[in-house]
């Protein structure tokens, strides 16, 4: 259980279809968190968030937080919360989804200066749709943590096929608690320096 100074992070279900993977490593990410007690983990399932694909006059980046759809409106309030993000990441044809990527592209302050992570699957462990994604991150001024969960096929498979589950491999445990491990570093770290700017920018007003 997390204690009152803990970090609060969201967990973004990155694929839609009916019949995806993603739920196997939500699930698996969202056990081992809620036994952290240096951060709170909240599940963001895109399949609660219908966004329109962009169709805003102005790019998020330049509207100051104003967006004139209110689904797009509900969605950068609900990032706002967040002091960092991790992201289930599938992979099509080399790339991440497009309503990951749509999702990020959405809002723009609201990610600046937080950390995120990244849990991919698919062809390579998901890790060319993580690189493309990691390079999206920077663009949002956020902080991509180097270590990531990438699941392969072999423990794709073993999954879906043979009974099997991913606490089964444990490369990949590992990986997962390095991720939240450099997630809290940086969460921490850019959490003070976000606080620190806004009582600055108080002060001066």
Known sequence: MAD???LNFALIIGSTRPNRFADVPARWIAEAAAERSDFTLEILDLRDWPLPFFDQPTSPARAGGDY???????????VREFDGFIATAAEYNHGPTAVLKN???TAYTEW???PIGFVGYGGVGGAR????LRMVAVELQMAPVMRAVHIGLEPSLGV???GKALDDYPYLAESRTAMFDQLVWWGSALKGAREAAALAEAIAA
């Open 4 to 6: 009152s100074t803990a």
């Open 103 to 105: 999702a990020l592209d």
């Open 68 to 78: 004139s759809n209110p689904a797009v409106a509900r969605w950068r309030d609900r």
């Open 112 to 114: 600046n200066k937080k």
């Open 160 to 162: 879906m096929l043979h």
């Open 129 to 132: 749709a993580v690189e493309q």
